[in-house]
């Protein structure tokens, strides 16, 4: 089980972990020794999370997610597989954690009179700039 929050734990069984090797500078270890992590979370199927959280998720996920709702991350940045997977699990936790913070809703502004009066000042004025390097002065 991976504890999210105190009121989010993911199932293991959504869980796959896949060992292969590093790519990138190591010499002979990187060669032989599987030490990359390749996590997946199956996005869709997870219950723990809201209809909401999932497709936030999906949508903070990126490029990261397969077309069959897969959540596939990647942990290459340490020398063992312990601290891969560790490392592989952290960052899943907080694209969740991310995914459950709800945006806040915008709420719908108009614009003052004097913030219209000074965009129509600032259009004219560079209006007025453009025509000088023309040649045409100012008639009004």
Known sequence: MLRIADDVIIDEDLLQERFVRASGPGGQNVNKVSTAVELRFDVRR????????????E??????????????????????????????RERLADLIRQALVEPKRRIATRPTRASKERRLRAKTKRSNVKRLRQGKPDLG
């Open 46 to 57: 997870c219950e723990a999370l809201s209809r909401r959280v999932r497709a936030r998720l």
């Open 59 to 88: 949508r903070l996920a990126g490029s990261r997610l397969t077309d069959e709702g897969v959540l596939v991350l990647r942990a290459e940045r340490f020398r063992t597989q312990e601290r891969n997977r560790a490392d592989a």
